[in-house]
T-cell receptor, first 114, second 109 residues
Framework: EPEVTQTPSHQVTQMGQEVILRCVPI?????FYWYRQILGQKVEFLVS????????KSEIFDDQFSVERPDGSNFTLKIRSTKLEDSAMYFC????????????FGEGSWLTVV | RKEVEQDPGPFNVPEGATVAFNCTYS??????FFWYRQDCRKEPKLLMS???SGNEDGRFTAQLNRASQYISLLIRDSKLSDSATYLC??????????FGKGTTLSVSS
């Protein structure tokens, strides 16, 4: 079964450092997402991306966050200056042709900010 | 008001039991409904979509009541492997998925 892959699986970073989380979506998918889940909390939407631009973002996705798809395969989430409260599991997801199709999640990148 | 509300549990049941989870959503414009399963520190995985007419997949039955903005999941003949957190998820057309916090199920032998 095709899968979404994410790297790193776990990263520890110091507060104020920049972090880049990488994702390789399923190859024929067109919609890409980042979600996050703080330990013990619900899965929260951050941003969706289609046709090389952001299609929707939540209020969590402020100026410290950015996304890009630099080479047509990788889909990255950058956090410019990490805060302690950015510690969470970050899930990448992709979807095939239309919104409402099955969304496939990667295994997640666990970010710990110290 | 929370967008998607679930009883957090935990629900502790013996093997073979039947267990039901409920979920309410606040946005009447929601159009798609799902139950996801999430194991500890793993990614959410789609368990089943929920249709207005109700639908069944083996031991799992999902129901949707649009008038009451209520979704349910029934698990019959619980297995040890059903132990997980069950996430109620909704979205409107063309928007991102909105997750409930999840209901934790623990099935014991």
């Amino acid at each position: 079964e095709p899968e979404v892959t994410q790297t790193p699986s776990h990263q520890v970073t110091q507060m104020g450092q920049e972090v880049i989380l990488r994702c390789v979506p399923i190859s024929n998918h067109l919609y890409f997402y980042w979600y996050r889940q703080i330990l013990g909390q619900k899965v929260e939407f951050l941003v969706s991306f289609y046709n090389n631009e952001i299609s929707e973002k939540s209020e969590i996705f402020d100026d410290q966050f950015s996304v890009e798809r630099p080479d047509g395969s990788n889909f990255t989430l950058k956090i410019r200056s990490t805060k302690l409260e950015d510690s969470a599991m970050y899930f990448c997801a992709s979807e095939a042709f239309e919104m409402g199709n099955t969304i496939y999640f990667g295994e997640g990148s666990w970010l710990t900010v110290v | 008001r929370k967008e998607v509300e679930q009883d957090p549990g935990p629900f502790n049941v013996p093997e073979g039991a039947t267990v039901a989870f409920n979920c309410t959503y606040s946005n009447s414009a929601s159009q798609s409904f799902f139950w996801y399963r999430q194991d500890c520190r793993k990614e959410p995985k789609l368990l089943m979509s929920v249709y207005s007419s109700g639908n069944e997949d083996g031991r799992f039955t999902a129901q949707l009541n649009r008038a009451s903005q209520y979704i349910s999941l029934l698990i019959r003949d619980s297995k040890l492997s059903d132990s997980a957190t069950y996430l109620c998820v909704v979205n409107q057309a063309g928007t991102a998925l909105i997750f409930g916090k999840g209901t934790t199920l623990s099935v014991s032998s």
